[in-house]
């Protein structure tokens, strides 16, 4: 039988199984929150906290991503 896991929310420190709440692993980094309210509340602090250029760099490449992306869902709109 295979054992569950645990994870301690680094925002508000409760316990969630995998399987629940939300897991990001980059750069050899593990954050675990366990609800997008956590989660919400962790992002909007890093957010505040990154260095401005790079926050911009980011921002940018992003919002042109989501741009795209909703360009291409109006146009399968459009049939």
């Known amino acids: 039988m295979a054992r569950t896991r645990y994870y301690t929310c680094l925002v508000c420190g ?3 199984p995998e ?3 939300i897991v990001i692993r980059r750069a050899g980094v593990e954050l ?3 609800s997008k309210a956590c989660f919400t509340r962790f992002c909007k602090l890093f957010l505040e906290r990154i260095e401005e250029k ?3 760099r980011v921002a940018r490449e992003l ?3 989501f741009e795209e992306l909703q360009k291409q869902r109006m146009k399968q709109k459009v049939i």
């Open 19 to 21: 399987g629940q709440g």
């Open 63 to 65: 919002m042109k991503e």
């Open 14 to 16: 409760k316990k969630f």
């Open 54 to 56: 790079e926050f911009k």
């Open 32 to 34: 675990a929150f366990h």
